[in-house]
């Protein structure tokens, strides 16, 4: 998994509580991504980041706010959790947003919200 | 705005036979096409893409897309499925502009031996 980590890997949590899933690389890669995964969605990126402090919104932003302190994190936040974001939730980087640059994506980590 | 489709949820085949993962694409401009893999609890894994040029990319894994400007298609092949190909199939385009990936619904192959 190309030298990116997220942790937790799994957390269940309850309604109205704070989450905040970190991704950690060592590839120094600029860009950072958040995606969920859904059965019938595939992947939906929620935000991203183009360097320290620099972040834009994904697709399916409502609900989620990042912060990216450092090169190497990139902090996922819910501010207050809901059942329906209840994902797997994939953190991925990438050297460029151009052309042929492929993303290379972390482990996961699997959130349910009761 | 750049789309990807995948038009099957499913696709079975038998151990042996030859395989291919459908996906078609919408952008502005000339693609650049991705395919990636994920197994069981693991995160995605890149394959293989097009850039440019020659029309059949090979990959990973006995992987190979063929690029079909005309149909708008960049169909995942492989010449014999093995039991192991069994995974979730992922195909993602990028326009000319400086965006992050977007994904298919995904397609999951089953091989069955």
């Known amino acids: 998994d190309a030298g990116i980590t997220q942790s937790p890997r799994h957390k269940v949590t309850e309604t109205g509580t704070p989450v905040t899933l970190r991704c950690h690389q060592t590839e120094n890669h600029r860009y950072m991504y958040w995606y969920r995964q859904d059965p019938g969605h595939g992947l939906r990126l929620i935000h991203y980041s183009y360097g320290v402090k620099d972040t834009d919104k994904g697709e399916v932003s409502d609900g989620y706010s990042v912060s990216r302190s450092k090169t190497e994190d990139f902090l996922l936040t819910l501010e207050s959790a809901t059942s329906s974001q209840t994902s797997v939730y994939f953190c991925?980087?990438?050297?460029?947003?151009?052309?042929?640059?492929?993303?290379?994506f972390g482990p996961g980590t699997r959130l349910t919200v009761l | 705005a750049q789309s990807v489709a995948q038009p099957e949820d499913q696709v079975n085949v038998a151990e042996g036979n030859p395989l291919t993962v459908k996906c078609t694409y919408s952008v502005s401009g000339n693609p650049y096409l991705f395919w990636y893999v994920q197994y069981p609890n693991r995160g995605l894994q890149f394959l293989l893409k097009y850039i440019t040029g020659d029309n059949l990319v090979k990959g990973s894994y006995g992987f190979e897309a063929e690029f079909n400007k005309s149909q708008t298609s960049f169909h995942l092949k492989k010449p014999s499925a093995l039991v192991s190909d069994s995974a979730l199939y992922f195909c993602?385009?990028?326009?000319?502009?400086?965006?992050?990936?977007?994904f298919g619904k995904g397609t999951r192959l089953s091989v069955i031996a």
């Open positions: 991925a980087i990438s050297e460029s947003q151009r052309g042929g640059n492929e993303q290379f």
């Open positions: 993602a385009v990028r326009d000319q502009g400086n965006t992050p990936l977007v």
